[in-house]
């Protein structure tokens, strides 16, 4: 992890730490310091327990004194880290301006096929079935992630969708793939003051059921040439790559990462790793 990376990532947990309200007894270790432990163990691929041995810090981070194992395991769970980490997220997740443009899709995060992990659910891939969780994303098109859910394999994309436009509240075009077609997801979208589009049959309009006004306008929009606005929709699939394409990048689960609340937390981690990337490279350009 590089010292500018680190120094974003632990100067903007504090700054949301700040306007997070406490609650109960305070603790001996604060809430930031657990947090920042979990996001350099999610950095290194590497388990609680790791986290919790001196010797695995540097200079660019090394605690005065640092939690048992057991405690670190009970802290990171509790509401209050699990609310940093989102703040966290949102904090380094903004982006300058206002996007037009917003890519709608999910990736599958497997986990093997002979796991024990109750929670995760058998679903179809493009490589056949699999058995693991579904990370639901509505991004912009510069690469920050608006909106996020985990579920379980089997889930369906489009009622998450509706989850997902309600919190990001998109303005300007939210581009999709067909899984997504649906005539209550094109009337949500346009609620939001938005339009939505993805791909159409040709007979479409053409039956006797009532259509939804958004989805025959999106048919006009592909009667007049929406081809060359719709490419940017593959915008999305270098999103996905790019959250894997560096050292502490969101990659396959590993091994000790099982249940949702687990892979949640991970995924969290991984995406405000992601984030504050992003955010150094822009500001780079």
Excluded at 109 to 114: C, E, I, K, N
Excluded at 145 to 162: E, F, Q, S, Y
Excluded at 245 to 268: C, K, T
Aim: glycine content about 8%; proline content about 5%; some cysteine.
């Amino acid at each position: 992890m590089s010292s500018q990376l680190w120094r974003l990532v632990y100067q903007s947990l504090r700054r949301v730490n700040r306007g997070i309200a406490r609650k109960g007894r305070k603790c001996q270790y604060d809430d930031t310091l657990i947090v920042a432990m979990y996001l350099w163990a999610v950095f290194h691929d590497r388990p609680l327990c790791w986290a919790a041995q001196r010797a695995n810090y540097s200079s660019m981070f090394r605690p005065r004194k640092l939690p048992s194992r057991s405690q670190f395991g009970r802290r990171i769970k509790t509401v209050r880290c699990q609310e940093l980490l989102q703040a966290l997220d949102r904090e380094l997740a903004q982006v300058e301006g206002v996007p037009n443009i917003f890519l709608m899709d999910s990736r599958p995060l497997r986990v093997g096929a002979y796991s024990r992990d109750r929670e995760a659910c058998n679903g179809y891939t493009k490589d056949g079935f699999a058995k693991g969780y579904k990370l639901h994303v509505l991004a912009t098109k510069q690469g920050q992630i608006a909106a996020w859910r985990l579920t379980g394999l089997n889930r369906n994309d489009k009622p998450v969708a509706h989850e997902l436009i309600a919190e990001a509240c998109p303005e300007g075009i939210v581009l999709a793939d067909g899984a997504y077609d649906s005539g209550d997801l094109y009337d949500d979208v346009l609620r939001h003051k938005a339009l939505f589009l993805t791909p159409l049959p040709p007979n479409v309009g053409g039956g006797h059921r009532p259509q939804s006004s958004a989805r025959m306008l999106a048919a006009e929009m592909w009667a007049n040439g929406a081809e060359e606005l719709y490419r940017e929709r593959l915008g999305i699939e270098r999103i996905f790559s790019q959250q894997s394409s560096f050292g502490g990048g969101l990659a396959p689960l590993p091994a000790w990462v099982r249940r949702q609340e687990r892979v949640w937390r991970w995924v969290a981690a991984k995406l405000i790793l992601y984030h504050a990337r992003l955010s150094l490279r822009n500001n780079a350009a």
